[in-house]
């Protein structure tokens, strides 16, 4: 009854967006008004409804669902129930449109007595990617398909998939890959309209920029966490071609955010924003085409119909081929020949996108090289990491440099003694940090002394800016440039004195790690809510034989799906991470043991989700902006 | 005039590289097969220490002159030892010369491992850092490389020599000796 609910829903939604494009099309009249009223709110509702009826499927277990059947089973615990909805690819695209329509309400919102003709072109170009993942979703991915037979119980959910940090993951990355949709409609309709050059359209682009920003953000910190704690490799950040997805529109992301702060000012780069605004949603889109297609493989591979693919790449055709044309033909009207001094806010901002930009191209060279090669000369190779760190740490380290100068910049021009003046205590601060990190660390390498030092700049420069309370800084701005600080701190030291033992152990062996001394225990069977495992316990104590923790690795074995996953067992402090990973083995070899010394990881993860508090407050900020304006 | 042209660049490289995913899309294909860049090359040159007499080796010297075996190998490896037994059919039975480079690894660890097992290797070169594994494009090891008498790389083994590999790499060894 309940999927019956859900798939009507699911079909009336289509009726209501079609309705919203022929009414958005329409002159200004109040009952043009009220009609798109009920198409947006019925198309939000339906959504609400489609995806709430999927939920109670999954949480009745209700295996006449092929959807249900092939992700789910009873035993699964109620968290992951839940999160088993959108782990999935066909729920994954119910709630891609559920925030698709979350975001057209909010778009429909911001109507008023000044902006009609630009919100309703908004709506259209809106509507019509609604449109186009409902036809995909309905067609290729339809969750509520019956299945032939009724089965007693379901195949299970992909246990690595069963973590608290990855449940809510998908959610956060998809506001802000979706949230770009709507900056995408704004720009659309700043290109479309005619008579358009003064009317303040980024106004209403910058609330749904930081919003998407944020969520991406903290999305990708998320899903950084569990390839750290889940995957049992060490890292948290491996270059897989997914990962880099959802980088790509974060660093253009973060480039279109600064732009418009330029826009504001200064009444100007408004050609750039609108590339960058259609080329973020582009790289949403195509990342998604990446991940569902299957032309890569990944860890996020579950799609692997050729059909799909297909379809998500002729919607990217249509949706790229209609707004970089139209932004071809469109854009001269807002060309400016404005120059800016180097040593100025703008000019800082302006450096920094260009890098951001760069950083990009190079990712997205990396990601779609393979493919190109493979195209073009039928050979095979694959790009990993020593690429990426190889061509991205040298863009991003003067990015980072400026991002420490900019913000204590004027508008306009400075003079370089002022700025000297300024930045005085900041050197001073940062020489005395830097000193005294490595002589705790004692290990020397250059790009690692880069890091510290860039670090500690950006640290200081914005507590000092929180500490003189600058009122023409923002204090979004502060926080997020105080959590990237620590982020770069966690980053520089997690990759730069990360240190690895692999050996082989048994019972009561001894092994030493930076001053850790590490004691094999015991090993144990023991048995979880679905899956069993086997145990390993190990003693750590620091050099004056002090016992500091007791760290247990699991490998679990899930008899439903026949997975088995390790658990990495972990122990944090400011300073450090130890992290052991319990490998092959048997009581009489012995086990192989992979043991990190993972130097300021934990400040990776406080630095995301200090950036994420500075988005909230920005968010908050530019909505009051909006509503005034 | 020339800043409206700019203004199409996006489009031109976007649809280059959507022809491109088309392609890839349509024909057949296994995304997750990458066979290894060196096949039918010269083994990379490199240069280290053996294990047992610290003496250097230097691989443009001692690959081209016969038929080698190359086997990445640690103690810490389990499928390591269980291929062991295959790694001493090659060198005892069908006299073939197996260089072992012992990846990221104790030294005394694996000389103790080699007086249990046995050592069939002609040289236990020493790849602390893993840095020989980085040029001869090793995932994960146990691999076993085949180079011919010329120095050139003709097959490669990712994993544990099994029965059935070790048949297989007995045949490729024999198709070179066929085709001197």
């Known amino acids: 009854m309940i999927p019956l609910f859900g798939n009507f829903a699911l079909w009336l939604s289509l009726f209501f967006v079609v309705l919203q494009i022929i009414y958005s099309r329409k002159e200004k009249n109040n009952l043009v008004l009220q009609i798109n009223r009920v198409a947006v709110i019925g198309l939000l509702a339906c959504s609400l409804l489609t995806f709430a009826s999927l939920t109670v499927s999954h949480l009745n277990s209700d295996f ?108 956060l990355l998809y506001v802000g890959y979706v949230g770009f949709s709507a900056v995408f409609s704004f720009g659309i309709a700043a290109l479309k309209i005619k008579d358009i050059n003064t009317f303040p359209w980024h106004y209403y682009m910058k609330p749904f920029v930081v919003a998407a920003w944020t969520f991406l953000t903290i999305g990708i910190a998320l899903g950084s966490i569990w390839a750290y704690y889940e995957l049992g ?123 951001m930009v760069i950083v990009c191209s190079t990712v997205f060279l990396g990601t779609v090289y393979p493919l190109l090669v493979e195209t073009f000369t039928n050979n095979k190779i694959s790009v990993g990491e020593p690429y990426y760190n190889s061509t991205v740490i040298p863009i991003a380290i003067p990015a980072i440099l400026i991002m420490g100068i900019g913000p204590l910049l004027s508008w306009q021009k400075e003079e370089k003694i002022k700025i000297l003046k300024k930045i005085f205590p900041n050197i001073i601060i940062t020489i005395v940090a830097t000193i005294v990190i490595f002589l705790n660390y004692k290990t020397y390498n250059i790009v690692g002394i880069i890091g510290i030092v860039l670090a500690f700049w950006i640290i200081t420069s914005n507590t000092i800016l929180i500490l003189k309370k600058v009122k023409k800084n923002s204090l979004s701005m502060i926080v997020s440039h105080f959590g990237f600080g620590l982020l770069i701190l966690g980053i520089t030291g997690s990759s730069i004195w990360q240190e690895e033992k692999i050996l082989n152990m048994n019972i009561n062996n001894q092994v030493t790690i930076k001053s850790h001394n590490i004691t094999f225990k015991k090993i144990e069977e023991i048995k979880g809510p679905n899956y069993v495992a086997i145990r390993a316990s190990f003693l750590v104590e620091d050099k004056n034989r002090n016992i500091i923790t007791k760290l247990e690795p699991e490998n679990r074995f899930y008899p439903i799906t026949q997975i088995i996953t390790t658990e990495a067992s972990i122990h944090t402090n400011l300073l450090r991470d130890l992290y052991i990973v319990l490998g092959d083995g048997n009581l009489k070899d012995g086990w192989v043991i992979r043991i990190y010394h993972n130097p300021l990881v934990i400040w990776i993860w406080i630095g995301a989700f200090i950036i994420f508090l500075g988005g909230i407050i920005s968010i908050n900020k530019n909505l009051k902006k909006l509503n005034i304006s | 005039m020339i800043k409206k042209q700019i203004l199409l660049i996006p489009f031109v490289v976007f649809i280059i590289i959507l022809l491109s995913f088309f392609y890839l899309l349509i024909i057949e294909r296994n995304p997750s097969e990458l066979p290894s860049n060196l096949l039918n090359k010269t083994t990379p040159k490199f240069e280290t220490n053996k294990i047992y007499d610290d003496s250097t080796f230097i691989s443009s010297k001692e690959f081209g002159n016969e038929i080698v075996l190359v086997n990445f190998f640690a103690t810490w490896c389990k499928p390591c030892k269980k291929e062991h037994k295959y790694i001493k059919l090659f060198s005892e039975k069908d006299k073939i010369r197996v260089i072992g480079i012992n990846y990221k690894d104790k030294k005394n660890k694996t000389i103790q491992w080699l007086a249990d097992l046995g050592n069939p290797y002609s040289d236990v070169l020493i790849d602390n850092t893993g840095e020989i594994g980085i040029d001869w494009g090793v995932y994960g090891i146990p691999e076993t490389y085949v180079v011919n008498e010329k120095g050139i790389i003709k097959y490669k083994q990712i994993g544990q020599i099994t029965k059935k590999s070790y048949k297989k790499i007995i045949s490729i060894i024999e198709k070179i000796n066929n085709e001197k």
């Open chain 1, 64 to 171: 006449t669902l092929v959807n249900v059947y092939q992700n789910s089973h009873s035993t699964k615990p109620l968290l992951y129930k839940i999160a088993g909805v959108w782990g999935n690819h066909e729920g994954s695209m119910l709630l891609w449109i559920l925030v698709l329509t979350i975001f057209n309400y909010f778009i429909f919102r911001s109507y008023n007595k000044n902006n009609f003709k630009f919100i309703s072109n908004t709506l259209e170009s809106q509507g019509i990617i609604i449109i186009g993942f409902l036809i995909f979703t309905i067609f290729t991915s339809n969750p509520f398909k019956l299945m032939k037979s009724i089965p007693v119980d379901g195949l299970g959910f992909n246990p690595i998939l069963q973590d608290p940090a990855l449940a809510i993951h998908p959610p």
């Open chain 1, 233 to 355: 490799w060490g890292g948290w950040w491996f270059w897989d071609p997914v990962e880099n997805a959802s980088l790509m529109p974060w660093l253009l992301g973060t480039a279109l955010l600064h732009s418009l702060i330029i826009v504001e000012k200064r009444n100007s780069l408004k050609t750039w924003v609108l590339l960058l605004a259609i080329l973020t949603f582009l790289l949403s889109v195509i990342g998604t085409f990446l991940v569902r297609s299957g032309i890569l493989t990944s860890v996020h591979t579950f799609a692997l119909d050729p059909s799909r693919g297909l379809y998500i790449l002729i919607f990217t055709a249509i949706l790229g081929t209609y707004s970089l044309i139209l932004f071809a033909i469109q854009s001269k009207k807002y060309l400016d020949n404005n120059y800016y001094a180097f040593l100025s806010k703008e000019g800082a901002i302006l450096a920094n996108n260009i890098l």
